[in-house]
């Protein structure tokens, strides 16, 4: 099963407003009255304002970063760069619930010149690997809910949502939340911490269904397929930063070029792209 890197919204990780969901005010406020919903319904639209939008509409997310190998008590090996995309469509339902649709689309980056790899020497094996994007996603494929969120099938069934967990944090101007998400089962590791960021007077416009917003994750995860690792020890240690975009003509032209010539259709989230 495929899984999609940033909750936001998932996560771009998403958060609880269900059972053990945390709420709290940065210490140098007296109160959080002023800026956040009492209610956790408020706060789940709230959150989804932030990391989507409460209308159906691309979403789109632009993000940059490093890739880490992690071996055993190894020091970690800053082994390439990355560069992508995640588009969210979101469909509000009646229960205030969120069907979302996903596609992140990432390629890899040369830790020292910067220019995009498609061939990549593996220093943990010394081969010659062919570097794949990183591709994710798919129809309705995410529930966001008040009480939680659900992946592929999970989207069915309200009873099987998992729990948010997150924390909100404002200094000044700017509002914050941490959020985390994990998979329990295998492969492991699998484990995103997120935090998104957004200007405190947006966030309290009701009027304003998509809010502008930065981001920064750490992302646990096993080696990709196309490094051939086998059954080797280790994992990767993804850190990535970025920013919602207003449309795709924001992107950077060297990546648009090749996701258009290579990847036609991954720039929409829309659940007619699938055909």
């Not at 996560?11 to 053990?20: E, F, K, R, V």
């Not at 960021?197 to 990709?224: G, H, K």
């Not at 196309?226 to 060297?254: A, C, F, N, T």
């Not at 648009?256 to 720039?267: M, V």
Request: charged share 20%.
């Amino acid at each position: 099963m495929q899984i999609s890197r940033r909750f936001f919204v998932s996560g771009i990780g998403a958060l609880g407003l269900g059972a053990g969901a945390q709420v709290r005010a940065a210490p140098t406020l007296a109160s959080a009255d002023a800026w956040m919903p009492s209610a956790l319904e408020d706060q789940f639209r709230a959150s989804i304002r932030m990391r989507m939008s409460v209308q159906p509409e691309d979403i789109l997310w632009w993000y940059t970063g490093r890739i880490y190998g992690q071996v055993g008590n190894e020091a970690p090996r800053h082994l390439f760069n990355l560069e992508g995309t995640e588009i969210y469509w979101p469909i509000p339902l009646e229960d205030g619930s969120f069907l979302v649709s996903s596609r992140t689309l990432t390629f890899f980056r040369d830790r020292e010149s910067g220019e995009m790899i498609r061939e990549y020497r593996n220093p943990y094996t010394n081969a010659i690997n062919i570097v794949r994007p990183n591709q994710l996603g798919g129809r309705d494929n995410s529930l966001y809910s008040a009480n939680g969120w659900g992946y592929g099938s999970d989207v069915v069934s309200q009873s099987r949502l998992t729990p948010w967990q997150i924390e909100w944090n404002r200094s000044g101007d700017t509002l914050w939340l941490v959020s985390s998400r994990y998979l329990s089962d295998l492969p492991q590791p699998w484990l995103e911490s997120m935090t998104v960021f957004c200007p405190v007077d947006r966030f309290r416009d009701p009027e304003v269904t998509n809010i502008p917003a930065l981001f920064s994750s750490t992302y646990l995860s096993p080696w990709q397929g196309w490094m051939d690792m086998g059954d080797r020890p280790g994992h990767l240690v993804w850190h990535s930063s970025g920013r919602k975009l207003d449309s795709i003509d924001q992107l950077p032209e060297e990546y648009r070029r090749r996701a258009e010539a290579e990847h036609g259709g991954l720039l929409t989230a829309r659940p007619d792209s699938w055909g």
